[in-house]
């Protein structure tokens, strides 16, 4: 999950934070997340938690004491750096779910966003964004798309909701279908 770790953002993004916790532990998810306890990744990490989840959280060394890493979590990864907590992020994750946030939410999101449209990987990528926050940003891939910089299928590789029940629900209905059925199983164990 990629989301805000600055403190100074008003409350509602805190409370958008708690309720996807709440919401990701109810329907039996691990949260993958940026191991601080600050700001949003400290309030969805402690309402995941909260409400029996399991917590993965991933900080750079130099970042433990400036996001104070969430020792709380299940399991806390702590990487030599940016690029190898994005790594393991990546790694670890399902799908990807995007809350708002700052300049490094959206360095997350694009190398995400890129890779799968790269077909890189096929694994559900979500915007969450209950105030259009992302309009603007939307609005410019649209212009760049039709101005031919984008590939056709970049608006395939993600999905913008409003609601948290609606994200979850893109999420898992995304990653069901990357999962084999039990007739595609059957067929590939009887030949």
């Not at 299928?153 to 629900?169: K, M, R």
């Amino acid at each position: 999950m990629f989301l805000a770790s600055h403190q100074k953002i008003d409350g509602k993004y805190l409370t958008l934070a708690e309720e996807v916790g709440t919401e990701l532990a109810r329907r039996g998810h691990s949260l993958v997340s940026g191991g601080a306890t600050v700001s949003c990744m400290g309030a969805v990490a402690r309402a995941v938690r909260a409400g029996g989840g399991h917590t993965v959280g991933v900080i750079p060394q130099a970042l433990r004491d400036v996001e104070i890493a969430d020792t709380d979590s299940d399991e806390l990864v702590v990487t030599a750096d940016m690029r190898e907590r994005k790594g393991v992020m990546d790694a670890r994750s399902d799908a990807f779910l995007v809350l708002p946030g700052g300049i490094g939410t959206l360095e997350e999101l694009f190398e995400i966003w890129t890779t799968r449209t790269l077909g890189h990987h096929d694994r559900p990528l979500v915007i969450l964004d209950p105030w259009g926050v992302y309009a603007p940003l939307l609005t410019l891939v649209e212009g760049l798309h039709a101005e031919g910089f984008t590939r056709p299928n970049v608006f395939d590789a993600i999905s913008w909701t409003t609601t948290v029940e609606e994200a979850f629900d893109l999420l898992e209905k995304r990653t069901r279908h990357l999962e084999p059925s039990a007739e595609e199983l059957g067929e590939a164990t009887a030949g």
